[in-house]
């Protein structure tokens, strides 16, 4: 099981917001897809913040009980991002994931720039099919 890797499970194709855009954009973007939220890149693709619902619908209803006028993204993002690297392993992020982090991680190169997502589904997908694997040999 150790030789399972991120850069096998991982989203390739993430949703991912600039720190230009508008809430409205964001927020029309985060819900046109399935993901909880994602990586806020540069213009070179590496990861400057993270966006999430939990982010968007706090500005949200803060927005909605003072009427306050538009927001950024990078007003919302979180700046201190975890990322994950594409060769660590799955069983380490796992437990990475099993303290209160996020529940989706930037996958970075070495340059750091971003190359996909990963999320608690995603890694419990892999152990889940690598445990099946397992049991089929055994039986």
Known sequence: MNLLKVSDHMNHHPVTFNQDMTLEAAVDRLT????????????????????????????????????????????????????????????????LMLGAKPKIYPVVDDNGVLQGVISRTDVLRAIDQELHSHYRKVS
């Open 32 to 95: 046109d897809v399935a993901q909880l939220g994602g990586p806020v890149v540069d213009a070179n693709r590496k990861v400057v913040g993270f966006l999430s619902e939990q982010d968007c619908l706090a500005r949200m209803l803060l927005s909605s009980y003072h009427d306050e006028g538009l927001a950024y993204v990078r007003d919302l993002m979180r700046k201190d991002v975890l990322t994950v690297h594409m060769h660590s392993g799955i069983i380490e992020l796992a437990q």
